[in-house]
């Protein structure tokens, strides 16, 4: 049958977690999450990304979905959300500006709720990829 995002999500996240990287299924998942991304959760799309960047696969497609539905359900991610996407885009050297300014934005205002480990992951992704944001780095700075 049909995988849900979750499904999806987790699949990928087993196999990049174990280390087991395989090209044939992870465009498998690249093909049918890009085609769902639009009804995954804020931890689905995290994973999701987390998953393909560990795994060094490389997919274009998918990243550009997953960062259009992240910036759709930006008001609903938490600080570990936002920390595991912005390091899975900077380690996959997917840039996308508006996902990160979307993400700039809602650090900002969550600042107070990240872990230490989430601090440090947003400002090495923000400056891994050159996107400034004074805003975002303020904050961080105070936190």
Known sequence: GDFIPQNLANMAWAFARAGHVSPVLFDALA????????????????????????AGHT???????????????????????????????????????????ALAAASAKLVGDFKPQELANTAWAFATVSHASPLLFDALAAA
């Open 31 to 54: 093909t049918a999450s890009a085609k769902q991304v639009g009804d995954f959760k804020p931890q689905e799309l995290a994973n999701t990304a987390w998953a393909f960047a560990v």
């Open 59 to 101: 997919s274009p497609v998918l990243f550009d979905a997953l960062a259009a539905a992240s910036i759709a359900c930006v008001s609903d991610f938490k600080p570990q959300n936002i920390a595991n996407t912005v390091w899975a885009f900077a380690t996959a050297g997917h840039t996308s500006p508006a996902l990160f300014g």
